[in-house]
């Protein structure tokens, strides 16, 4: 069974930072499209950035320049460096895997920025 199990959300100060992990399953291998979406209430969920295979990275204008998506393969781990945040980034954060047939997601991590 794949699982997919965020942490690293909470309460930050506007300009603080978070750094998100999401434990996943060791099926999920680098070949896998991975992605941090979010969800603030009374709002769509929405793609924050994405990884692929030979680690191509994708950012939503939102967080370009301030957040950044990492892996580590060997620990089955991906990441969600977030930088400068804002109060409008406040939202659930849901990690996010596909093989491009079958589709994974976490329950999420809160993130408040507020001060």
């Known amino acids: 069974q794949v699982q997919l199990v965020e942490s690293g959300g909470g309460l930050v100060q506007p300009g603080g930072s978070l750094r998100l992990s999401c434990a996943h399953s060791?099926?999920?291998?680098?070949?896998?499209?991975m992605a941090w979406y979010r969800q603030a209430p009374g709002e769509q969920r929405e793609l924050v950035a994405s990884i692929q295979s030979a680690e191509i990275t994708y950012y939503a204008d939102s967080g370009k320049g301030r957040f950044t998506i990492s892996r580590d393969n060997v620990k089955n781990i991906l990441y969600l460096q977030m930088n400068s945040l804002k109060p409008e980034d406040t939202a659930v954060y849901y990690c996010?895997?596909?093989?491009?047939?079958?589709?994974?997601w976490g329950k999420g991590t809160q993130v408040t920025v507020s001060s």
């Open positions: 060791p099926i999920i291998s680098s070949n896998y499209f």
């Open positions: 996010y895997a596909t093989t491009g047939i079958s589709e994974y």
